[in-house]
């Protein structure tokens, strides 16, 4: 028999370690019935699921990205309304297209909002760097969608604007990641002056793959830290074989705004499968994070970016999937398989036969969100403000 191919064997159905739960039907009718679709305001919010008895108060302040409710299309004025319901302190806005207009008058209509509500805005944008092929050219080049993005942060007096460089296909190809690096270093210095007069830091996130803690450090420094701080998101970590914790310890001490969510990692014949998950239920140690949290960048808001429902796998123990890695520390990785060795499969998400497919999706994101926030409040004590 002809040895299984790579892509054969990185699709294949990885063991199961323990019986697991489908988000059946009656999920999905309970979560439509209880009203989880409808804007957070109208009625009591989900934070009630999780009752794990409150832990003591960390002072972090708590939010989340749009991203996370993606699916109802909500621009910034509806999602500003349903974070203040919440009692969250910020929110990230994580795109351009989340406001009605980019046009001075209208943004600052947007800032008098979350001012009158007290909540904090994260203004960002997408991938800005020079070389992909994939950049967005809805807001000219590189350099003009990045200037926007200042321009936009400073009217909604957003501290700053979070982009990122590209996705783990970039790590691949002549030069690998570290072509990509130089052209978004030589980018920011650019609009240096741009960023440091309108009082915004280009807040560089660890994207889809594409960066290490190690590798952003080193952006950032070359760029200039004095204009230039990471976004840091816990789960894409683990999408370049670290271990959250490790990836926070490294690029903490840089992180001006955030994008967080749990992750469960496991082992499978070739590797390790990586699944993003509400917070509290992957197999990331969310009490050491977050005391780590606290000593590093304590005036970074902890920001949900809650993206679950689907796995990834990582067959690191096949010759041909180590190219793009080759700069990674075994120090690290080790931290990684520990990790792995900790989770347990789980299954996707997919909405249950005879339910309207985009309803449940949104009662999906709806849900995962607002639980995840039920336990950053009640077990991890993250919150400055009261739901």
Known sequence: MEPASHQERSRREPRRQEPRRRWSRRDALRALAGGAVALGAAGAPFLAADETPRRRRRGLKLGFDNFSIRAFGWKAPRLIEYAASLGLDSLLLSDLYVYESLEPGPLREVKA??????????????????????????????QEHLELAIRVASALGSPVVRCYLGNSQDREGPGGIQRHIRSTVELLKKVRSRAIDAGVKIAIENHAGDLQARELVGLIEDAGKDFVGATIDSGNATWTLEDPVRNLELLGPYAVSSGIRDSMVWEFEDGAMVQWTAMGEGCVDLTRYFDIWEKVCPATPVQ?????????????????????YQDVRAEDFAMFVALAKKGRAIDPFRPPDGVDRREATRAYQKAELERSLAHCRNALGLGVRSA
């Open 113 to 142: 909002r979350a001012d009158d509500l007290g909540v904090e805005i994260h203004a960002g944008t997408g991938g800005i760097y020079p070389t992909s092929g994939r950049v967005n050219r809805d807001f000219g080049t590189p």
């Open 304 to 324: 949900l970016e809650i993206i679950s429902g689907f796995a990834r796998p990582f067959p690191y123990l096949e010759r041909d999937f180590w190219e793009p």
